[in-house]
């Protein structure tokens, strides 16, 4: 080409008296630029401090370990130093929850912002899958930020709730009520279920409740003994309100229908044996916190 000339054995652009590296694409030629001598410098610095660096810190890998180079680091001890101070850290605390009633917790500012901190922690880990991050639960689940409690909402039954759970196979201590299949094992008949479901549905004005004199009688000959006369619900029943907005598995009449008929039973698990009780108190302390404990 006429832009370029050979010298030296090289081939020269002519414009910039520059060497070509001898590549060429759709008659464009590359041509070899020296770079510039602070980058070089800089680039050859780098590889001195790269081979500084793993001369003092670990970094080549050996067959069972790796070099622990020249300043002994360990990210891993340092690591254990850290949990180790954190843990002593926390140590009077926890051995003041340990020692300290649940209830008289919640008194204690001091116990009570640690204890919460630590509950909301563990919530995430054990419990916000059933009832969501923000508690506010699920169908099947209890929504923890309102005020209907099945098992009760002050901070010892919540306590309790956690600790034995509700209908866990392993706790002998564990909430435990079944409400009867009025349909599938022939308690009631269809016709009767959906009175008494229309009936229930009244309270809160669902769409299609009517409060029939019939409805009346078969709510207290079959209702009245868990639920209470006018649907208030009992604690000691572990039997939920149904005069509120507030349903579990649902809160239209085809919901009330189908849990009459063949009712559903949630399982919680007894937590008191597997975190262990100081565990459960911060737990209960951060549930009772939410805004909806008694």
């Known amino acids: 080409m006429s832009g370029t000339e050979q010298r030296n054995g090289r081939e020269i652009d002519k ?23 602070w980058w070089l410098w800089t680039f050859y610095g780098t590889i001195v401090f790269a081979v500084g660096y793993t001369i003092a810190y670990p970094a080549w890998p050996m067959i069972s370990s790796a070099t622990s180079g020249v300043l002994g680091y360990s990210s891993r001890a340092n690591l254990d130093a850290s949990l180790d101070a954190a843990q002593q850290a926390q140590g009077s605390m926890l051995a003041a929850i340990s020692a300290t009633p649940v209830a008289e917790i919640v008194g204690d500012e001091q116990l009570s912002r640690f204890a919460r901190a630590g509950g909301e922690s ?20 209890p929504n923890l930020n309102d005020d209907e409690w099945i098992w009760g909402g002050t901070i010892e039954q919540i306590h309790d709730t956690i600790s034995h759970g509700a209908r866990d196979p392993v706790d ?18 269809a016709d009767q279920i959906r009175t008494v479901a229309r009936y229930v549905a009244s309270f809160t004005g669902i769409e299609g ?39 579990l598995y649902g809160d239209t009449l085809p919901d009330i229908v189908a849990q009459i008929r063949s009712p559903r039973h949630g399982v919680m698990p007894a937590w008191g044996a597997r975190l262990g009780d100081d565990a459960v108190k911060q737990l209960a302390v951060y549930v009772h916190g939410l805004g909806g404990g008694e």
């Not at 414009?15 to 770079?35: R, Y």
């Not at 563990?122 to 689940?141: D, E, I, L, N």
């Not at 564990?174 to 599938?184: E, L, Q, S, W």
């Not at 409740?209 to 009245?224: I, K, Q, S, V, Y």
Request: aromatic residues 8%; negative net charge; proline residues 7%.
């Open 15 to 37: 414009a910039t008296d520059t060497a070509t590296t001898g590549h060429e694409w759709d008659g464009i030629k590359e041509l070899d630029t020296p770079l510039p001598r």
């Open 209 to 247: 409740g009517e409060a029939t004199p019939e409805g009346a009688a078969l709510f207290a000959d079959n209702c009245a003994s868990c639920h209470g006369e006018a649907g208030g619900g009992m604690i000691d029943q572990g039997a939920p309100s149904l005069n509120d907005r507030i349903w």
């Open 122 to 141: 563990m919530f995430k880990v054990y419990c916000s899958q059933c009832h969501g991050t923000g508690a506010a639960g699920a169908p099947g689940y």
């Open 172 to 189: 002998m201590e564990t909430h435990y009520n079944i409400m009867p299949n009025f349909g599938t094992d022939g308690l009631l008949p």
